[in-house]
């Protein structure tokens, strides 16, 4: 898989449930970044965990990293409808300088959440 | 909540010609980038620039891409001579440091 790659590509869930979208990369990160995509809107920016972090809480979304698998998961819980949406995964890969912004994207879990 | 404005939202251009997006980044960030989006496909780095000049680019931004920051508040994307493979989004986005970037809503470039 390429870096910053989602899974499933398409989620639909009922109001109130969870939903879990997971993320795997390839190479060594410095930090992981989820952004969530309204349809044709501009990307909001929902949370970054660094590379030596493990977990992250922000309201009801919860972000875990093992960097020995590679892997991200973005946990959303009791879904509104107005969480439907796409979810990317961003890595930042560069190893510091002044080279930044580099984020590789990958292809994004589309979540639909039914009222 | 601070912004980055992007204008216009939607451009249409005729194959060869010359377009400028406009971007408004965060007032006291310092790092700013251009993504692209081709419809149904990853958002996918352009540039970034610091400091008055590019410090990465990618292998997309070739010679008829140009950035600037004419003016304190500014920053530009041109791109000179376009293909109906630029249509896409366009996507600015600031930082102040190595943290979370803040996304403009995007340009939607249509190359007719």
């Known amino acids: 898989s390429q870096q910053g790659e989602e899974d499933p590509q398409a989620l639909s869930i009922q109001e109130g449930e969870n939903a879990t979208m997971n993320c795997s990369y390839k190479?060594?990160?410095?930090?992981l970044q989820w952004y969530r995509q309204n349809s044709g809107r501009g990307l909001v920016h929902l949370i970054l965990?660094?590379?030596?972090?493990r977990e992250k809480h922000s309201g009801r979304l919860r972000v875990t990293l093992d960097t020995s698998k590679k892997s991200s998961s973005l946990l959303i819980t009791a879904s509104r409808a107005a969480d439907t949406a796409s979810y990317f995964c961003?890595?930042?890969?560069?190893?510091?300088?002044?080279?930044?912004?580099?984020?590789?994207f990958g292809q994004g879990t589309i979540l639909t959440v039914h009222p | 909540e601070p912004e980055v404005t992007q204008t216009p939202s939607h451009q249409v251009t005729q194959m060869g010609q010359e377009v400028i997006l406009r971007c408004v980044p965060i007032?006291?960030?310092?790092?700013f980038y251009w993504y692209r989006q081709i419809l149904g496909q990853k958002v996918e780095f352009l540039v970034s620039?610091?400091?008055?000049?590019?410090?990465?680019k990618s292998e997309i931004f070739d010679d008829q891409f140009s950035v600037e920051r004419p003016d304190g508040s500014n920053f530009t994307l041109k791109i000179r001579s376009t293909k109906l493979e630029d249509s896409a989004m366009y996507f600015c986005?600031?930082?102040?440091?190595?943290?979370?970037?803040?996304f403009g809503s995007g340009t939607r470039l249509t190359v007719v």
């Open positions: 620039f610091y400091n008055n000049e590019i410090s990465e």
């Open positions: 961003a890595t930042d890969t560069n190893a510091g300088g002044t080279s930044y912004g580099k984020l590789t």
């Open positions: 007032s006291n960030h310092l790092y």
């Open positions: 965990i660094r590379s030596n972090e």
């Open positions: 190479t060594s990160i410095n930090n």
């Open positions: 986005a600031s930082s102040r440091d190595r943290g979370g970037y803040t």
